[in-house]
Structures are given as structure tokens and as C-alpha cells.
């Protein structure tokens, strides 16, 4: 997918946007999925806002919904730059602009913010499932224990991308021609002159392997933890009521959603790194990867929690794991 700069080429300058082009469907595609998603995003956050500010025990509980409800906003924000770096610029309504103009700075602010959201993203399923563990081996303190966890982890979920896009920091940006499938005026986005030649690629990989591994094997935990208490005898069980069991349920769901998005992009960087030649064919399937965790996430959680039925929405539901590990009693 190496193609040189089309800034200054006169032939991409007196280049003429076409609507009715594939990139151009393509790119209008999502946008009839993701404005009903950040839609149904800001409802959730709505309505758990509507039930804090009534200071009622809240429908969702108040640490799931900061970290599914940050996920969330990450993602979207995250289409955003997708979009404005990849989709957007194949669609050659930016071309002429793009080799008329040299915009090196907003080019490279609009990739490496891409990236940077991107990594973020990833940290969040892992730390939803670290709550549901938290849940369940400490069902007595898990509130104050939960409470310190997030004064830590939000700032270093944060601050971890920047280790991973540090060499972006003095590179510039420009605009190169897309291979086949795609015609001529249909451009990407590309970096130079970042730190010592390092590539995306191999941070990508390493992150999506980490993270999604890492997720899987503490949902593994909780399944194992879960099951060897109802072993142990229905004594040391103890169910809440099946409006929460669903609660757990949803988040459960919610999570395992947000994996897809790791496996399908894992698939094609991989492909990408083996078989270069399609970088160009991947450009068109890769989109599909990160759109999962967009969408389908968001309206998981809306369409399972409890909570955001309409007719059930004044019931008081707090979500936690309802299994106690101890053979002490429980405290509320």
C-alpha cells in the first residue's frame, strides 16, 4: 500500500469528486448504525442521570456505568477518527484539498488521535471484567475496594495509549493513493518522520493479543469462581432477585461484545502483516471490526439491562455478582 504523496501532483489538484462511487456508499453506510448508537448511548447515560440526580438507589450500578458508559464515548469518538482518516479521504470528496494544500499537522493530529482512542478502547473490557471479579471475591467491601480501583485505573487507562503512539509525536501526515480495489482520487492517510521507523503494526498486534487474552482469562476466573461456589453447597449461595441477575447478565454480554471488535481486527492486521498485497482489500473489511464494538455493545447493554425498559424503569437495581465466596453472612 506504498504510494507516494500526492500533495503538489497536478493530476490529483484537477481531480473531480464523483458521488456514486463504492467508496462513497461505503462511507455513507455506517452512519445509518451509528447515529442510532449514539443515540441510544446518550439515553442510557440519561437515564442513569435522571435517577442520581433523584439521589434514588441508581438503576445501573454507578461504577459498571462509568466504565460502560466511558467505553462507549471512546468508541464513538473513536468512529470519528476512524472515519476522518480512512473511510472519509477514499472517498476522494478530500483529494483535491488534500494535494493543493500541505495540512501535514491536521493530518497527522486526526491519525495519531485515531490511534490513541483506539488503545484506549481496548482497556475497557478488561477493567469491566476486573469490576465482576471484584464483585465476587470481596461481596462485602467490593464498594470502598472499587472506589480506590477507578482513582487509579481511569487515569492510567488514559495514559497508557501514549506509550504506544509516543512515535507519531514529531511525525507529519500526508495523502497517498489507495491501491486496487480502489480507483484513482481514492486516498489514505499516512505518516513519516516518526521515531526510528517504528510501525503501528506490531503495538497494535501486541495490545490486541494483551488485552484480549487478559479479558478472556478473567471472564474464565469469574465462571470458575461462580462455579465452584454453587459446589460448595446452595448455603453458601445466595441469589438477588432475577431483575439483578439480568442486570449481571447484560454486563456479562456487554463485555464479551465489546471482544469481537479485538478479534476481528486481530484477524486482519494479521493478514495484513502476512500478505501485504491486500492491504487495500483490508481497508474495505477492517472498518467492520471496530464498527462491531461501536455498535454492538451499546445496544446490547440497552437492549438486556433491565433497567432501560421503559414500563420497569422505577425498579431498583444494582448490579453485582449475587454469589458469595465466604461462609460468612453478607452484609447489604
Known amino acids: 500500500m506504498s504510494a507516494k504523496n500526492i500533495f503538489g501532483n497536478q493530476t490529483y489538484m484537477d ?36 435517577q442520581y440526580t433523584r439521589k434514588k438507589t441508581c438503576v445501573v450500578n454507578p461504577h459498571i456505568f462509568i466504565v460502560v458508559s466511558s467505553a ?16 472519509f ?3 476522494g470528496m478530500m483529494t483535491s484539498w488534500c494535494a493543493s494544500s500541505n495540512h501535514e499537522t491536521l493530518l497527522i493530529f486526526i491519525l495519531t488521535s485515531h490511534f490513541y482512542l483506539d488503545y484506549l478502547a481496548m482497556g475497557f473490557p ?24 477507578l482513582r487509579i485505573a481511569l487515569p492510567c487507562i488514559s495514559i497508557y495509549p ?8 514529531p511525525a507529519t501526515g500526508e495523502c497517498r493513493q489507495l491501491y486496487p480495489p480502489y480507483e484513482f482520487g481514492s486516498i489514505f492517510i499516512h505518516y513519516f518522520g516518526e521515531i526510528a521507523g517504528f510501525s503501528n503494526s506490531p503495538f497494535l498486534l501486541a495490545n490486541i493479543a494483551f488485552w484480549m487474552g487478559s479479558t478472556i482469562t478473567i471472564n474464565l476466573m469469574v465462571i470458575f469462581l461462580v462455579a465452584h461456589a454453587r459446589n ?9 432477585s432475577r431483575k439483578s441477575r439480568r442486570a449481571e447478565l447484560s454486563v456479562t454480554l456487554t463485555t464479551f461484545a465489546m471482544i469481537i471488535s479485538f478479534l ?5 492486521l494479521i493478514v495484513f502483516l502476512l500478505v501485504p498485497s491486500a492491504a487495500s482489500w483490508l481497508a474495505i473489511i477492517r472498518p467492520l471490526g471496530s464498527d462491531a464494538e461501536v455498535v ?18 422505577q425498579s431498583t437495581i444494582t448490579v453485582g455478582f449475587s454469589i458469595s465466596l465466604g461462609s460468612g453472612p453478607r452484609g447489604k
Request: charged share 10%; with cysteine.
Open 126 to 149: 478488561f477493567f469491566m471484567s476486573v469490576l465482576k471479579i471484584m464483585f465476587l471475591v470481596y461481596p462485602n467491601t467490593h464498594k470502598s475496594i472499587i472506589n480506590k480501583l
Open 15 to 50: 481531480f473531480s469528486f464523483t458521488f456514486n462511487t463504492f467508496p462513497v456508499y461505503f462511507a455513507l453506510l455506517p452512519l445509518f448504525y451509528v447515529i442510532p448508537t449514539i443515540y441510544i448511548v446518550n439515553y442510557t447515560i440519561f437515564v442513569f442521570m435522571e
Open 264 to 268: 476481528m481486527r486481530g484477524i486482519c
Open 232 to 240: 460448595k453447597g446452595s448455603h453458601n449461595v445466595q441469589y438477588k
Open 162 to 169: 501514549v506509550f504506544n503512539t509516543f512515535f507519531l509525536f
Open 89 to 91: 479521504p477514499a472517498t
Open 72 to 87: 462507549h464515548t471512546v468508541n464513538i469518538l473513536s468512529f470519528f477518527f476512524d472515519y476522518m482518516s480512512n473511510r
Open 296 to 313: 454492538v455493545s451499546p445496544w446490547v447493554f440497552y437492549l438486556t439491562h433491565p433497567a432501560f425498559r421503559r414500563t420497569k424503569r
